[in-house]
């Protein structure tokens, strides 16, 4: 190697150095660059179902999900992470378009207390606990109470109706710094599919 770089002309020499050194340069950036962190990558809607109670109707469902690294840090910082969900009953008709008799949206906050140290779920409606730890109180945002959509009588008894869920990060409560960097960065994209199944009223 070495007689072989001593018969090259000196231009060409310098280059080869310099290509080496660039080489040498990147490989040694791409080691001591930190490692992205883990992303958000949607919620899965596991568990699904109605059931007809003596005051209506109540939604029942389980969702697996993550929150981001960045996230968790914007808890940790003062934040205030906003949840939806979302459900749609739509009757089918046969000569007209299809009745939606009702459509609901929840949201669920997540904070977190410096002084007390302690993280904070409240459900609009007036649900509100405290948790010493972050996966306690994700646990009741991943299994949520039975959730009151529908008042009695507000469903044909009898009808088949198509229903429609989704639930994530609602991206209306974050604020505008956030949201400009949620924008274009998948950790804070957390979202369901929207997942439908059927349900006939009783």
């Not at 306690?136 to 429609?164: D, H, S």
Request: glycine residues 4%.
């Amino acid at each position: 190697m070495r007689n072989l770089l001593s018969t090259c002309p000196p231009v060409t020499l310098r280059l080869f150095r310099s290509l080496i050194a660039s080489l040498l340069l990147m490989l040694t950036l791409l080691a001591v660059l930190p490692q992205p962190a883990h992303a958000a990558e949607g919620v899965e809607i596991r568990r699904a179902l109605i059931e007809a109670t003596e005051d209506g109707y109540r939604l029942s469902a389980t969702y697996g999900f993550e929150l981001s690294h960045e996230m968790e840090e914007a808890l940790q910082y003062g934040k205030t992470l906003y949840f939806y969900t979302e459900i749609e009953f739509t009757l089918p008709r046969w000569y007209w378009f299809d009745e939606k008799a009702i459509t609901k949206r929840q949201t669920v906050s997540l904070s977190y207390n410096v002084l007390t140290r302690q993280y904070n779920v409240a459900i609009s409606g007036g649900v509100y606990q405290s948790f010493p730890t972050l996966d306690e109180a994700l646990f009741l945002i991943r299994r949520p109470n039975r959730w009151l959509v529908a008042p009695r009588g507000a469903l044909k008894v009898g009808g088949t109706y198509t229903v429609k869920l989704s639930m994530g990060l609602d991206p209306n409560y974050v604020s505008k710094p956030l949201k400009v960097n949620a924008l274009n960065n998948n950790e804070w994209r957390l979202a369901s599919d929207k997942k439908s199944f059927v349900y006939k009223a009783e």
